[in-house]
């Protein structure tokens, strides 16, 4: 069992330190480097430790089974939707913890750059993180650099030596492989070390055992901080963002079109743009688009990154709300039904414009970086984890269709809306309607006629309703 513990006053800190032992074993030497994590002993015959009276915070979400039971006693889908986003977003402890472990790996880093800063980015800031999720972070060496351009006086300059490399891509990769090797070495609880230096973003992967986080930490990856801005501010606009994207993050992990192992699978990333796009898509707009957001900007907010534009209004209040009031049901069907008969082959996802733009290159699927336009972020997607997720697009629309709402004497112990979407079947019986699909008229075809149709025999129920 873990504790954060949080001291009102600085003294207390010395006073600990004072009082606690470096560890002895007879079997085993250890690394003398004091780290912040302290091991509470308990001496033989104290029973106080062995049964602690606190009640422990949870840190990961309950399992699908437990969450399509809870979610089949709501009212709605709509309902459904706000609880799923309860059941899964960190908590304000888990926030805390992030960032207590950003400041345990600055310890290590300080020792070669003492004014470096370690920031959370992704998830675990964005307003879309999950109780379990990765926690990526940014070693941020910029503060080094700032404020040290200093006037010449008397026609001599002094400056420091250091050493040159020949690419900052270079430096980047030796000071990942350097503080990644101390934080190996040295850090209590860091496990299971990779250095993935060769990738388009260099990174040190590793598990933070006391907290339970899988860490990645980065540099020189400032474009990804401030994308990490725009998806909190998107997630702060409307409260509907967030119940839509949690749902279909869990939704899309369930069915396996997302993935915990790096691969061929769409990301959360990207899944969480094209939702920020259909969301663009909507008449009136839920969300604006990127280039609104840079036009609402005001001076102070300017913001240029490696020749990039990420100019975005941070001033929420300058937003002006379209007026949209739809519920989360009829998005979530209309998402749905939006990617099960969108264009993949020719058209690209575009949040900055907010309008699908023709494809660039001949990637599968073809999502813009919002803030690095030359790049796609779902590069990685092949044909079939696409074709997967436009069939199981096509199947949750036909199902949310048939059983959204719940019926006069309906038995909550079945799963219905958005419970009834998570449950194995759909994603088989998407995929092998995938496969038939070769041999059968185009499933988008056979789909929007059955949509088509069950939508008509909805209004004449609903009218003959009316008319009762
Ligand atoms: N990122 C990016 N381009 C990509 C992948 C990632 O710019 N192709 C940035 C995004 O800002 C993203 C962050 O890197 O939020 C972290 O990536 P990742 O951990 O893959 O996504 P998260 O948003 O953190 O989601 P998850 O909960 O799956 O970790
Ligand atoms: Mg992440």
Redesign the pocket.
Known sequence: MYAVVEFSEKDSIGSLREATNIPHSQHEATVPFKSRLLAIKANSGNPSLSQPSVQCLKQTPIGVKELIQKLSSEDSVDQQMYSLTEEYQLTEENVCLRFLVCSLLKDIAAAYFPECIIRP????V?G???LG??L?MFLDLDPISRGNIKQPSGGLSLEYQMKRTSSERSATQSILAVIGECVDQFGPGCVGMQKILNAR?PLVRFAHQPSGFQC?LTAN?R???K??EL?YLYSQLDRRVRAMVFSL?CWARVHSI?SNIAGAWI????L?VMVIFFLQQRSPAVLPTLDQLRDLAEPHDKCIIEGNDCTIVSDLSRIQDQGNTETLEHLLQEFFEFYGNFAFSRLSINIRKGKEQYKPEAAPLHIQ????PT?N????VNNTQLENLVALCQESAWLLQKGGAVGPGHNRDTPWGFAALLLPSVSQAARSKGKRRKTLEPASKRMRSLLESLKSSKTSAGAADSSK
């Open positions: 980015f992704g998830s675990s964005n879309f993180g999950k999720c990765d990526d973003c990645d990856n474009v990804a901080l994308s990490s998806l993050r997302t990301t959360n990333f990207s969480t970086n919002p803030f690095e790049l972020v779902s590069k990685n």
